[in-house]
Protein backbone atom coordinates (compact mmCIF):
# COMPACT_ATOMS: atom_id res chain seq x y z
CA UNK A 1 0.00 0.00 0.00
CA UNK A 2 3.01 2.56 1.23
CA UNK A 3 4.69 1.59 -1.84
CA UNK A 4 1.98 2.26 -4.46
CA UNK A 5 0.79 5.64 -2.79
CA UNK A 6 4.01 6.84 -3.21
CA UNK A 7 4.42 6.05 -6.67
CA UNK A 8 1.21 7.65 -7.47
CA UNK A 9 2.70 10.62 -5.68
CA UNK A 10 -0.44 10.64 -3.00
CA UNK A 11 -1.00 11.71 0.80
CA UNK A 12 -2.13 7.89 2.27
CA UNK A 13 -4.52 10.51 4.77
CA UNK A 14 -6.29 12.80 2.74
CA UNK A 15 -9.35 11.10 2.93
CA UNK A 16 -9.79 9.89 6.31
CA UNK A 17 -11.11 12.64 9.02
CA UNK A 18 -9.38 13.45 12.05
CA UNK A 19 -10.68 12.64 15.36
CA UNK A 20 -12.64 15.54 16.91
CA UNK A 21 -12.00 13.75 20.68
CA UNK A 22 -8.47 15.02 20.84
CA UNK A 23 -6.48 17.77 20.67
CA UNK A 24 -2.37 18.22 20.01
CA UNK A 25 0.15 20.73 21.37
CA UNK A 26 3.62 21.66 19.92
CA UNK A 27 6.80 23.69 21.34
CA UNK A 28 9.94 23.55 18.95
CA UNK A 29 13.51 23.11 20.53
CA UNK A 30 15.39 26.05 22.25
CA UNK A 31 18.96 26.60 23.47
CA UNK A 32 19.15 29.09 25.55
CA UNK A 33 21.68 32.12 25.75
CA UNK A 34 23.34 33.39 28.75
CA UNK A 35 20.71 36.18 28.78
CA UNK A 36 17.93 33.39 28.72
CA UNK A 37 16.95 34.23 25.46
CA UNK A 38 16.21 30.51 23.30
CA UNK A 39 17.23 30.06 19.95
CA UNK A 40 15.76 27.45 17.11
CA UNK A 41 18.75 24.51 16.96
CA UNK A 42 17.07 22.80 14.22
CA UNK A 43 13.42 22.59 12.42
CA UNK A 44 10.56 20.83 14.20
CA UNK A 45 11.35 16.66 13.78
CA UNK A 46 8.53 15.49 16.02
CA UNK A 47 5.01 14.39 14.11
CA UNK A 48 1.58 13.40 15.20
CA UNK A 49 -1.39 11.25 13.94
CA UNK A 50 -5.13 11.34 15.27
CA UNK A 51 -7.62 9.95 12.99
CA UNK A 52 -11.22 8.11 12.78
CA UNK A 53 -11.32 5.49 11.06
CA UNK A 54 -14.76 2.94 9.67
CA UNK A 55 -16.22 0.70 12.21
CA UNK A 56 -15.45 2.60 15.65
CA UNK A 57 -11.72 2.66 15.15
CA UNK A 58 -9.63 5.60 15.97
CA UNK A 59 -5.45 6.16 15.56
CA UNK A 60 -3.50 8.06 17.40
CA UNK A 61 0.18 8.62 17.38
CA UNK A 62 3.51 10.90 18.43
CA UNK A 63 6.55 10.54 16.43
CA UNK A 64 9.79 11.71 18.14
CA UNK A 65 11.75 12.45 14.86
CA UNK A 66 15.95 13.08 15.01
CA UNK A 67 18.17 14.17 12.44
CA UNK A 68 15.54 15.72 10.39
CA UNK A 69 12.03 14.83 10.28
CA UNK A 70 12.17 12.62 7.28
CA UNK A 71 11.26 9.35 9.14
CA UNK A 72 9.00 10.93 11.70
CA UNK A 73 6.78 11.95 9.06
CA UNK A 74 7.03 8.59 6.85
CA UNK A 75 6.10 6.63 9.77
CA UNK A 76 2.83 8.89 10.75
CA UNK A 77 1.58 8.57 7.11
CA UNK A 78 2.76 5.17 6.38
CA UNK A 79 1.29 3.90 9.85
CA UNK A 80 -1.99 5.27 8.99
CA UNK A 81 -2.44 3.69 5.54
CA UNK A 82 -1.26 -0.13 6.97
CA UNK A 83 -3.74 0.69 9.91
CA UNK A 84 -7.27 2.43 8.27
CA UNK A 85 -7.58 1.58 5.16
CA UNK A 86 -9.52 -1.44 5.31
CA UNK A 87 -6.68 -3.55 7.60
CA UNK A 88 -8.86 -3.63 11.21
CA UNK A 89 -12.83 -4.16 11.87
CA UNK A 90 -14.51 -5.15 15.10
CA UNK A 91 -14.49 -8.69 14.23
CA UNK A 92 -10.50 -8.95 14.94
CA UNK A 93 -9.63 -10.79 18.66
CA UNK A 94 -6.85 -8.95 20.48
CA UNK A 95 -4.51 -11.40 19.01
CA UNK A 96 -5.30 -9.93 15.58
CA UNK A 97 -5.20 -6.62 16.42
CA UNK A 98 -1.22 -7.40 17.88
CA UNK A 99 -0.74 -9.23 14.96
CA UNK A 100 -1.60 -6.66 13.05
CA UNK A 101 -0.04 -3.49 14.46
CA UNK A 102 3.48 -5.16 14.81
CA UNK A 103 3.01 -6.19 10.94
CA UNK A 104 2.31 -2.35 10.81
CA UNK A 105 5.41 -1.55 12.27
CA UNK A 106 7.06 -3.96 9.78
CA UNK A 107 5.70 -2.76 6.54
CA UNK A 108 6.96 0.78 7.86
CA UNK A 109 10.54 -0.04 8.55
CA UNK A 110 10.58 -2.15 5.32
CA UNK A 111 9.41 0.43 3.42
CA UNK A 112 11.47 3.32 4.65
CA UNK A 113 14.57 1.78 3.63
CA UNK A 114 13.20 1.40 0.39
CA UNK A 115 12.81 4.84 0.18
CA UNK A 116 16.25 5.46 0.50
CA UNK A 117 17.99 2.48 -1.07
CA UNK A 118 19.16 4.43 -4.13
CA UNK A 119 20.78 6.86 -2.41
CA UNK A 120 22.29 4.05 0.03
CA UNK A 121 23.84 2.14 -2.91
CA UNK A 122 25.09 5.71 -4.38
CA UNK A 123 27.04 6.88 -1.23
CA UNK A 124 28.28 3.41 -0.53
CA UNK A 125 29.62 3.80 -4.85
CA UNK A 126 31.17 6.72 -4.01
CA UNK A 127 33.20 5.93 -1.06
CA UNK A 128 35.17 3.80 -3.18
CA UNK A 129 36.57 6.78 -4.99
CA UNK A 130 37.97 8.51 -1.97
CA UNK A 131 41.54 7.61 -1.19
CA UNK A 132 41.87 5.72 2.35
CA UNK A 133 42.87 7.69 5.35
CA UNK A 134 40.78 10.80 3.10
CA UNK A 135 39.16 11.73 6.11
CA UNK A 136 42.13 13.46 8.04
CA UNK A 137 43.12 15.67 4.61
CA UNK A 138 41.73 19.39 4.95
CA UNK A 139 39.11 19.92 2.17
CA UNK A 140 40.60 22.50 0.32
CA UNK A 141 43.85 20.13 0.00
CA UNK A 142 41.85 17.44 -1.90
CA UNK A 143 41.75 17.07 -5.92
CA UNK A 144 38.78 18.64 -7.54
CA UNK A 145 37.26 15.51 -7.74
CA UNK A 146 37.35 14.11 -4.32
CA UNK A 147 36.00 17.84 -3.32
CA UNK A 148 32.95 16.88 -5.76
CA UNK A 149 32.53 13.37 -4.08
CA UNK A 150 33.12 14.79 -0.50
CA UNK A 151 30.31 17.21 -1.34
CA UNK A 152 27.56 14.81 -2.56
CA UNK A 153 28.30 12.20 0.17
CA UNK A 154 27.36 15.03 2.19
CA UNK A 155 24.10 15.50 0.64
CA UNK A 156 23.25 11.76 0.46
CA UNK A 157 24.31 11.42 4.21
CA UNK A 158 21.64 14.71 4.95
CA UNK A 159 19.19 12.59 2.84
CA UNK A 160 19.38 9.04 4.35
CA UNK A 161 20.39 9.82 8.34
CA UNK A 162 18.22 10.32 11.22
CA UNK A 163 15.18 8.31 12.61
CA UNK A 164 12.20 8.37 15.02
CA UNK A 165 10.56 6.71 17.90
CA UNK A 166 7.04 5.92 18.11
CA UNK A 167 3.99 6.13 20.96
CA UNK A 168 0.77 4.88 19.22
CA UNK A 169 -2.77 4.54 20.58
CA UNK A 170 -5.15 2.33 18.68
CA UNK A 171 -9.54 2.29 19.89
CA UNK A 172 -11.37 -0.56 18.45
CA UNK A 173 -14.29 -2.00 19.82
CA UNK A 174 -13.82 0.62 23.08
CA UNK A 175 -10.40 -1.40 23.83
CA UNK A 176 -7.21 0.46 24.07
CA UNK A 177 -3.97 -0.69 22.92
CA UNK A 178 -0.49 0.87 22.93
CA UNK A 179 2.23 0.26 20.54
CA UNK A 180 5.52 1.87 21.66
CA UNK A 181 8.98 1.69 19.96
CA UNK A 182 11.34 3.81 21.96
CA UNK A 183 11.17 6.40 24.09
CA UNK A 184 8.31 8.28 24.08
CA UNK A 185 5.20 7.82 26.74
CA UNK A 186 1.94 6.84 27.16
CA UNK A 187 -0.62 7.67 30.54
CA UNK A 188 -4.12 6.21 30.73
CA UNK A 189 -5.78 8.73 33.57
CA UNK A 190 -9.82 7.17 34.71
CA UNK A 191 -12.00 7.27 37.12
CA UNK A 192 -12.69 3.82 38.86
CA UNK A 193 -16.01 2.51 40.15
CA UNK A 194 -14.87 3.44 43.65
CA UNK A 195 -14.19 7.39 43.01
CA UNK A 196 -10.53 6.97 42.28
CA UNK A 197 -8.58 8.41 39.98
CA UNK A 198 -5.86 6.21 38.13
CA UNK A 199 -2.89 7.30 36.63
CA UNK A 200 -1.30 4.69 34.82
CA UNK A 201 2.28 4.65 32.67
CA UNK A 202 1.83 2.29 30.02
CA UNK A 203 4.75 0.67 29.55
CA UNK A 204 8.51 1.37 29.73
CA UNK A 205 10.80 3.21 27.26
CA UNK A 206 13.08 0.99 25.27
CA UNK A 207 16.45 3.49 26.60
CA UNK A 208 19.57 2.21 27.64
CA UNK A 209 18.61 1.57 31.37
CA UNK A 210 15.33 -0.33 30.38
CA UNK A 211 17.13 -3.57 32.21
CA UNK A 212 14.91 -6.12 30.06
CA UNK A 213 16.22 -4.46 26.78
CA UNK A 214 19.88 -4.73 28.22
CA UNK A 215 19.31 -8.57 28.53
CA UNK A 216 18.18 -8.58 25.64
CA UNK A 217 21.15 -7.12 24.00
CA UNK A 218 23.42 -9.17 26.22
CA UNK A 219 21.80 -12.18 24.76
CA UNK A 220 22.86 -10.68 21.23
CA UNK A 221 26.23 -10.23 22.56
CA UNK A 222 26.20 -6.35 23.37
CA UNK A 223 28.50 -5.59 26.61
CA UNK A 224 24.82 -4.37 28.49
CA UNK A 225 27.10 -2.45 31.15
CA UNK A 226 28.81 -0.68 28.69
CA UNK A 227 25.20 0.19 27.06
CA UNK A 228 24.10 1.35 30.63
CA UNK A 229 27.36 3.33 31.08
CA UNK A 230 27.91 5.43 27.94
CA UNK A 231 23.62 6.12 27.92
CA UNK A 232 23.46 6.67 24.56
CA UNK A 233 24.08 3.89 21.36
CA UNK A 234 24.51 6.46 18.67
CA UNK A 235 23.38 9.81 19.91
CA UNK A 236 19.94 8.82 21.31
CA UNK A 237 19.03 6.45 24.20
CA UNK A 238 16.65 4.32 22.64
CA UNK A 239 17.22 0.57 22.22
CA UNK A 240 14.27 0.36 19.54
CA UNK A 241 13.73 2.55 16.59
CA UNK A 242 12.59 3.18 13.15
CA UNK A 243 14.87 4.07 10.48
CA UNK A 244 18.63 4.96 11.19
CA UNK A 245 20.36 3.14 8.82
CA UNK A 246 23.42 3.35 10.81
CA UNK A 247 22.20 0.70 14.12
CA UNK A 248 19.93 -1.03 11.38
CA UNK A 249 22.89 -2.12 8.37
CA UNK A 250 26.14 -0.22 10.01
CA UNK A 251 26.23 -1.75 13.60
CA UNK A 252 29.02 -3.70 13.43
CA UNK A 253 30.93 -0.29 12.94
CA UNK A 254 29.60 0.90 16.44
CA UNK A 255 31.79 0.20 19.12
CA UNK A 256 29.32 -0.47 21.52
CA UNK A 257 27.42 -2.99 18.81
CA UNK A 258 30.06 -4.16 17.12
CA UNK A 259 29.95 -7.17 18.79
CA UNK A 260 26.26 -8.42 18.30
CA UNK A 261 25.40 -11.55 16.60
CA UNK A 262 22.49 -9.66 15.03
CA UNK A 263 20.63 -6.18 14.55
CA UNK A 264 20.53 -5.30 18.01
CA UNK A 265 18.58 -2.05 17.74
CA UNK A 266 14.95 -2.51 16.18
CA UNK A 267 11.72 -1.56 15.31
CA UNK A 268 9.65 -4.17 16.80
CA UNK A 269 6.68 -2.14 18.83
CA UNK A 270 6.30 -3.33 22.15
CA UNK A 271 2.41 -3.84 22.45
CA UNK A 272 0.14 -3.66 25.75
CA UNK A 273 -3.68 -3.98 25.78
CA UNK A 274 -6.17 -4.49 25.24
CA UNK A 275 -7.82 -2.24 28.14
CA UNK A 276 -11.47 -2.26 27.86
CA UNK A 277 -12.85 1.62 27.95
CA UNK A 278 -16.44 0.94 28.62
CA UNK A 279 -17.74 3.33 30.98
CA UNK A 280 -14.42 5.41 31.33
CA UNK A 281 -14.17 8.54 32.35
CA UNK A 282 -10.82 10.32 32.03
CA UNK A 283 -8.16 11.02 28.82
CA UNK A 284 -5.26 9.68 27.46
CA UNK A 285 -1.74 11.53 27.28
CA UNK A 286 0.87 10.12 24.12
CA UNK A 287 3.91 12.38 24.46
CA UNK A 288 7.02 12.78 22.67
CA UNK A 289 10.39 12.25 24.79
CA UNK A 290 11.04 15.91 24.50
CA UNK A 291 8.14 17.06 26.76
CA UNK A 292 9.27 14.06 29.14
CA UNK A 293 13.04 15.74 29.19
CA UNK A 294 11.74 18.76 29.86
CA UNK A 295 9.72 18.37 32.42
CA UNK A 296 11.63 15.90 34.41
CA UNK A 297 14.94 18.47 33.79
CA UNK A 298 13.40 20.61 35.38
CA UNK A 299 11.38 19.22 38.81
CA UNK A 300 13.12 15.59 37.91
CA UNK A 301 11.70 12.22 37.14
CA UNK A 302 9.15 11.59 40.46
CA UNK A 303 6.51 13.44 39.90
CA UNK A 304 6.56 13.92 36.52
CA UNK A 305 3.52 11.85 35.52
CA UNK A 306 1.37 13.59 38.27
CA UNK A 307 2.51 16.53 37.71
CA UNK A 308 1.41 16.37 33.66
CA UNK A 309 -2.04 14.76 34.54
CA UNK A 310 -2.73 17.56 36.86
CA UNK A 311 -1.49 20.26 34.57
CA UNK A 312 -4.04 18.46 31.71
CA UNK A 313 -6.95 18.47 34.50
CA UNK A 314 -6.58 22.01 35.48
CA UNK A 315 -6.59 22.94 31.44
CA UNK A 316 -9.39 20.85 30.93
CA UNK A 317 -11.30 22.88 33.50
CA UNK A 318 -10.86 26.42 32.12
CA UNK A 319 -10.82 25.56 28.44
CA UNK A 320 -13.06 25.15 26.01
CA UNK A 321 -11.04 23.24 22.96
CA UNK A 322 -8.96 20.32 23.45
CA UNK A 323 -6.55 21.82 20.86
CA UNK A 324 -6.64 24.88 23.29
CA UNK A 325 -5.61 22.48 26.47
CA UNK A 326 -3.01 20.25 24.55
CA UNK A 327 -0.76 23.87 23.91
CA UNK A 328 -1.46 25.26 26.75
CA UNK A 329 0.48 22.60 28.76
CA UNK A 330 3.07 22.26 26.22
CA UNK A 331 3.59 25.98 26.62
CA UNK A 332 3.48 25.41 30.83
CA UNK A 333 5.89 22.87 30.56
CA UNK A 334 8.23 24.93 28.38
CA UNK A 335 7.94 27.88 30.84
CA UNK A 336 8.80 25.96 33.84
CA UNK A 337 11.70 24.95 32.00
CA UNK A 338 13.02 28.34 31.49
CA UNK A 339 12.01 29.48 34.67
CA UNK A 340 14.58 26.74 35.96
CA UNK A 341 17.30 27.67 34.07
CA UNK A 342 16.95 31.28 34.33
CA UNK A 343 16.93 31.01 38.43
CA UNK A 344 19.57 29.53 38.46
CA UNK A 345 19.02 26.95 41.23
CA UNK A 346 19.62 23.62 41.42
CA UNK A 347 18.56 22.14 38.27
CA UNK A 348 19.47 24.72 36.20
CA UNK A 349 22.63 23.30 34.88
CA UNK A 350 20.34 20.58 33.19
CA UNK A 351 17.82 23.18 31.84
CA UNK A 352 20.45 24.85 29.39
CA UNK A 353 18.36 23.20 26.17
CA UNK A 354 15.08 21.46 25.45
CA UNK A 355 14.34 19.34 22.23
CA UNK A 356 10.94 19.57 20.35
CA UNK A 357 7.70 18.71 22.53
CA UNK A 358 4.68 16.88 21.29
CA UNK A 359 1.21 16.26 23.57
CA UNK A 360 -1.47 14.47 22.14
CA UNK A 361 -4.34 14.34 24.23
CA UNK A 362 -7.78 12.09 24.18
CA UNK A 363 -10.58 12.37 26.33
CA UNK A 364 -12.92 9.86 27.47
CA UNK A 365 -16.05 11.05 28.75
CA UNK A 366 -14.30 13.93 30.15
CA UNK A 367 -15.96 17.50 30.60
CA UNK A 368 -14.29 20.37 29.15
CA UNK A 369 -14.70 23.86 31.10
CA UNK A 370 -17.94 24.31 30.25
CA UNK A 371 -19.08 20.76 32.13
CA UNK A 372 -17.80 22.33 35.05
CA UNK A 373 -17.87 19.32 37.24
CA UNK A 374 -14.86 16.61 37.31
CA UNK A 375 -15.01 13.37 36.32
CA UNK A 376 -15.03 12.73 40.01
CA UNK A 377 -18.64 12.88 39.87
CA UNK A 378 -18.65 16.20 42.66
CA UNK A 379 -15.85 18.45 43.02
CA UNK A 380 -16.19 21.79 41.44
CA UNK A 381 -13.02 23.14 39.59
CA UNK A 382 -11.67 26.82 41.09
CA UNK A 383 -9.16 28.25 39.23
CA UNK A 384 -6.17 29.78 40.69
CA UNK A 385 -3.58 31.94 39.21
CA UNK A 386 -0.21 31.74 40.72
CA UNK A 387 2.91 34.15 40.25
CA UNK A 388 6.16 32.78 40.62
CA UNK A 389 7.68 34.06 43.79
CA UNK A 390 11.10 33.12 43.66
CA UNK A 391 13.09 36.49 43.67
CA UNK A 392 16.05 34.96 41.51
CA UNK A 393 13.53 34.34 38.07
CA UNK A 394 13.19 37.12 35.44
CA UNK A 395 10.23 35.72 34.37
CA UNK A 396 6.64 37.86 35.41
CA UNK A 397 5.13 35.05 34.14
CA UNK A 398 2.31 33.27 36.00
CA UNK A 399 0.61 29.62 36.71
CA UNK A 400 -2.74 28.94 36.68
CA UNK A 401 -3.47 25.63 38.41
CA UNK A 402 -6.80 24.54 39.85
CA UNK A 403 -8.01 23.33 43.07
CA UNK A 404 -10.82 20.68 43.20
CA UNK A 405 -12.71 20.94 46.08
CA UNK A 406 -14.53 18.96 48.31
CA UNK A 407 -13.94 15.70 46.13
CA UNK A 408 -12.43 13.47 48.41
CA UNK A 409 -11.31 11.12 45.65
CA UNK A 410 -7.81 9.66 44.99
CA UNK A 411 -5.01 9.52 42.13
CA UNK A 412 -3.02 6.32 42.06
CA UNK A 413 0.17 6.25 40.69
CA UNK A 414 1.92 2.87 41.52
CA UNK A 415 1.57 2.39 45.24
CA UNK A 416 0.52 6.03 45.52
CA UNK A 417 -2.65 7.68 46.22
CA UNK A 418 -3.34 11.48 46.05
CA UNK A 419 -6.29 13.32 46.51
CA UNK A 420 -7.04 15.67 43.32
CA UNK A 421 -6.39 18.75 45.86
CA UNK A 422 -2.98 17.32 46.89
CA UNK A 423 -2.04 16.57 43.47
CA UNK A 424 -2.31 20.27 42.55
CA UNK A 425 -1.15 21.55 46.14
CA UNK A 426 2.03 19.73 44.83
CA UNK A 427 2.21 20.96 41.23
CA UNK A 428 1.41 24.22 43.24
CA UNK A 429 5.07 23.91 44.82
CA UNK A 430 6.63 22.38 42.47
CA UNK A 431 6.51 25.45 40.69
CA UNK A 432 7.24 27.75 43.52
Known amino acids: ?156 EREVSGGATAVVALILNSKLYIANVGTNRALLCKSSSDGQNQVQQIGRPHSTDNEDELQRLAALGVDSARVRQAGQIAGQSSTRRLGDYRVKFNYNEIDLLSAAKTRPIIAEPEIHGSQSLDSVTGFLLLMSEGLINALESAHGPEQANQEIVAMVAAELALQTSLETVSQSVVERVKRLHHDVYVSGRQRATYCSRHEDMTLLIRTLNYPLADGVLTPTQGGRIYPVSVPYSNSQSTSKTSVTLSLVMPSQNTLTNGTNTLDFYSLHIIALLCML
Not at 64 to 76: L, M, P, Q
Request: with cysteine; proline share 4%; charged share 20%.
Open 1 to 156: ICKLRRLLHQSWTDDLPLCQMCGVGTATNCVYGPDGKGTLSHPNEDGHLRFRGEDGCFLYGVFNGYDGSRVASFASQCLTAELLLGQLNSSHTDNDVRRILTQAFDVVEKSYFETIDDALAEKAHLSNYLPPHNENVPFHQLSPQSQKVQERLKEL
